[in-house]
């Protein structure tokens, strides 16, 4: 079972929202769609529901054509980022619908609604109104609605995102255990999302899209190790991966008049020029034999602190452990980890990576 | 400083009060006057001022043969034609408000922007605008003076406000509600019927209490298009001043025909402190 996508494109009058999109989803296996705002990634999965029907291209599902058959019959499940349920149905209600709707028997409704409450920790609510719940459990809601159905294709479209921190963390963690367990086995799994942790973090396949066209479609380790561009790299970091404007030259990687390395092992393969050079923020540290840079902001992120310094042109925002206090301007010395360096074309493409991706 | 807002304050709201209360005081204290009463000067407590009688009230319901006003049947007559009038232009207004909120209409320039000003428009114009063109309309169909033309008529006049108030609503549905029910199995007449509109009752309730407003009070079409056959009430109490107008039966019989609005906006109100009209969808 597989859902095929060849060449899809949505234009509107300025831009494309899709653009020659193309890919192969087969089942038991988590697709994770990351990318900004805007990049596509609700159209993507509204046209897969059937919600916009492409302008050009062809989505086929287990050997049929998509384009055929209408939303209501093409029987897949989608949450929204939007916390979205029937205001005017209870809890129980809400989650029956979807059976109900399929004219299922009630004692076969009433069993598979109680499950899937119960997946979702929602048990003794099933009377309870849509309003009277917070944010938190009405998406607890809609999350059973689109589980009681089994579908073969799942769609989650930033469900998380409108939750607060604790809650997200909580419920990612839900998901991975409600998925692995039981619906992934038979179906499509397809997470949209703006956050690079929340997509290594669910693993599988992640399809890296910007500005309606996707950039990169590998598994999670190898979009980490290998990001193919300068732009997946810094859609797929966070905080985005430090690039710099540099050059090979004589055994050395220069960055500016005064700072320059070694060049790491492995780099050996690549020639003398130009490149712009990738660095994540955690493979800089803080030490005294390294450059100097002046602080712009230092922010402290839970048990980490973000640091932002530049030195003369070059701007960079270093991951440092624990909260350490810095004044602005305050001179700190930073070393660079040259074994975790990648160094992309000028025109972005990867040319070598620490994990041995291209030379 | 602070008493003398105080003071401010409750004195508009009494003011204001007054303003609004005293012409119902005064028709009441008038249902119950004789003539006698009525023409002897301002009075306003009864059996200290003048003595009450029933005779006001009591004369709605008899016959003009027996020296009472004709008010039962076109009392009827309105309830049916605001009744009808109101529930046809709420039906096919929450349909059009729902297709213009949710689907895009184009031909030529024309947008769905442009149909609802098309709606909206129909009541811009003043009702003198309409009246000769409803008359002669109504004349050729053979309508004139009957209760199918006036709720034809009030149709027209009324749904630009169901349309409008539901657009409105309608806007403020989330799309994805109905996409959800889509996705949950349901064509799209069913997303309608058993998703957005049970949560639509809340606009439908406003816009229906609007349309029966409208409806109920409309004097002016109701004077044009009818003649002896079917007077509506507003109509029939106007026509109670002549060269001896019964102040008394004329003041019971405004009351009667304002009851009704007072019971509408007595649930309406109910529907309001609940908070039902707002905040189930958001």
Redesign the interface.
């Known amino acids: 079972m597989t859902l095929i996508a060849s060449n899809l494109s949505i234009k509107s009058e300025k831009n494309y929202h899709l653009n020659d999109v193309s890919f192969t989803m087969s089942k038991g296996e988590i697709y994770t769609i990351i990318g900004r705002t805007l990049a596509g990634k609700t159209t993507l999965l509204?046209t897969i529901?059937g919600?916009i029907s492409p302008d050009s291209g062809k989505l086929t599902f287990d050997g049929k054509d998509f384009g055929n058959i209408?939303?209501?019959?093409?029987?897949?499940?989608?949450v929204?980022q939007?916390f979205?349920?029937?205001?005017?149905l209870t809890v129980y209600q809400n989650v029956a619908?979807?059976l109900k709707?399929?004219g299922m028997k009630k004692i076969e409704i009433h069993r598979r609604v109680m499950d899937a409450l119960s997946q979702v920790g929602l048990e003794g609510f099933e009377t309870r109104k849509i309003?009277a719940l917070s944010g938190g459990q009405q998406q607890r809601v809609a999350l059973a609605?689109s589980l009681v159905?089994e579908a073969k294709l799942v769609l989650l479209d930033e469900p998380l995102v409108n939750l607060d921190y604790k809650l997200r963390e909580q419920l990612r963690e839900e998901f991975r255990g409600i998925f692995d367990s039981k619906a992934s086995e038979n179906s499509i799994l397809i997470y949209s999302s703006t956050d690079p942790v929340e997509a290594m973090q669910l693993g599988g396949q992640i399809l890296v899209m910007d500005e309606g066209r996707i950039l990169q479609q590998a598994s999670a380790k190898e979009i980490y190790e290998n990001p193919i561009s300068t732009k997946v790299s810094q859609i797929t970091n966070d905080p985005a991966m430090n690039l710099f404007d540099g050059k090979i030259e004589d055994g050395c990687i220069v960055l500016g008049p005064e700072i320059k390395f070694d060049l790491p092992n492995h780099f050996n393969g690549l020639p003398q020029g130009d490149f712009t050079f990738g660095l994540r923020a955690a493979a800089i540290s803080q030490e005294d034999t390294g450059f100097p840079f002046s602080v712009e902001l230092s922010e402290i992120s839970g048990s980490e602190t973000f640091l932002h310094v530049r030195h003369e042109g070059l701007k960079i925002v270093g991951l440092l452990n624990f909260v350490q206090n810095f004044l602005v301007g305050e001179k700190v010395s930073l070393k660079f980890d040259t074994k975790h360096m990648y160094a992309f074309a000028p025109d972005g493409r990867l040319k070598s990576s620490p994990y041995g991706g291209l030379q | 400083m602070r008493l003398f807002y105080t003071t401010v304050k409750y004195l508009s709201v009494t003011l204001w009060s007054v303003f609004v209360i005293a012409p119902f005081l005064w028709a009441i204290t008038t249902s119950f006057k004789d003539f006698q009463s009525v023409t002897s000067g301002a009075t306003y407590i009864p059996w200290v001022d003048f003595e009450p009688t029933l005779e006001g009230w009591r004369s709605l319901f008899k016959s003009p043969a027996q020296g009472g006003i004709a008010i039962v049947e076109p009392f009827f007559n309105s309830v049916i034609v605001t009744a009808a009038g109101s529930g046809i232009s709420i039906v096919l207004g929450t349909l059009a408000a729902y297709s213009l909120s949710r689907f895009t209409f184009r031909a030529g320039p024309i947008r769905n922007g442009d149909i609802t000003f098309f709606f909206i428009s129909q009541r811009i114009m003043p009702p003198v605008v309409l009246s000769i063109p409803f008359f002669i309309m109504l004349g050729k169909l053979g309508l004139l003076d009957t209760l199918f033309g006036l709720v034809l008529v009030y149709v027209v006049l009324l749904m630009p406000i169901a349309v409008w108030i539901m657009v409105d609503f309608f806007n403020k549905v989330?799309h994805?509600?109905d996409?959800?029910?889509?996705?949950?199995?349901?064509?799209p007449y069913?997303a309608f019927f058993k998703?957005v509109l049970?949560?639509s009752i809340p606009g439908i309730i406003v816009a229906g209490m609007f349309c029966m407003i409208f409806g109920w009070t409309d004097f002016f079409f109701a004077f044009i298009l009818t003649f002896t056959e079917v007077q509506l009430l507003p109509v029939a109490i106007v026509a109670l001043n002549s060269s001896i107008t019964p102040w008394w039966s004329l003041s019971a019989a405004a009351l009667v025909s304002v009851a009704p609005l007072v019971v509408v906006a007595f649930i309406v109100e109910r529907y309001l402190s609940k908070g039902n009209l707002s905040?189930?969808?958001k």
């Open positions: 509204k529901a919600l209408p939303v209501w019959k093409r029987e897949i499940a989608m929204y939007q979205i349920n029937y205001p005017h619908f979807p709707q399929r309003q609605r159905k | 989330p994805e509600i996409e959800t029910a889509l996705i949950d199995g349901c064509n069913q998703v049970p949560n905040g189930a969808l």
